[in-house]
């Protein structure tokens, strides 16, 4: 099976519709979001009729929480709070309710997906090193485990149980074959906000035949999400921020 996992993708169309169309030759059989398809960008409802078109496997992301009304917003910096009001006012009630039948953990039977961590999903924690992929690891019940939330790129291959036993390997792009090893847990970064200081969009193909994960990426127009978002009347500084992904 062939897997197309796209990252957080935040309101992002132009990201997204760029990623879907580098897939398109792919042979994709199955689609995975990870979460987060709102929050920070301008076309949150287009966003999500996009990813359902795709009959995609999604999970609950902290801002799709956060719109609405299941997470706490006062965790949240300020830009991101503004959008998320900004963002309430601009779902339809179906959008909501889509939003709303999303569970915190996906699991399917050769895959889970989650947004932060399979440790306390509901809490959003963060995985960015062993110590917390180790956590993650001990609460997963497939081979592999698809997350996002942090918007860098990493794999985590574990030969053994414990931090000891994990191979960490954070590049932006490139293949890993995970034959021979046990556990695999794949953080694919993020579509429409990047953070490892590589704007282009970020999104993976998995397949769980040959064992490989190829991490990819690719341009978009990122100047008219820009002008989207600021004809959006959004925070200036989540326009700025993804001309140099962070
Ligand atoms: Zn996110």
Redesign the pocket.
Known sequence: MRLGVLG?V?ANCEALDAVLRALASERIDQYIQVG?LV?YGPEPSECIAIVRSLSAVVCM???DAAVLGLLDTSYFNTYARAAILWTRQHLQPTDLSYLRSLPYVARQAEYTVVHGSLHLPAQFGYVVSVVEAADCLAMQDTRLCFL??S?VPAVYLQSAPGVEGIAMIAQPEGEICFRGYGRVLLNVG?VG?PRDEDPRAAYAVVDTVAETIELKRVPYNLGLTQRKIYAAGLPEVLATRLAIGL
Do not use: A, K
Request: no cysteine; charged share 15%; net charge negative.
């Open positions: 957080d935040h987060d929050g992301g902290n801002h996002g939330h918007h993020s906000q």
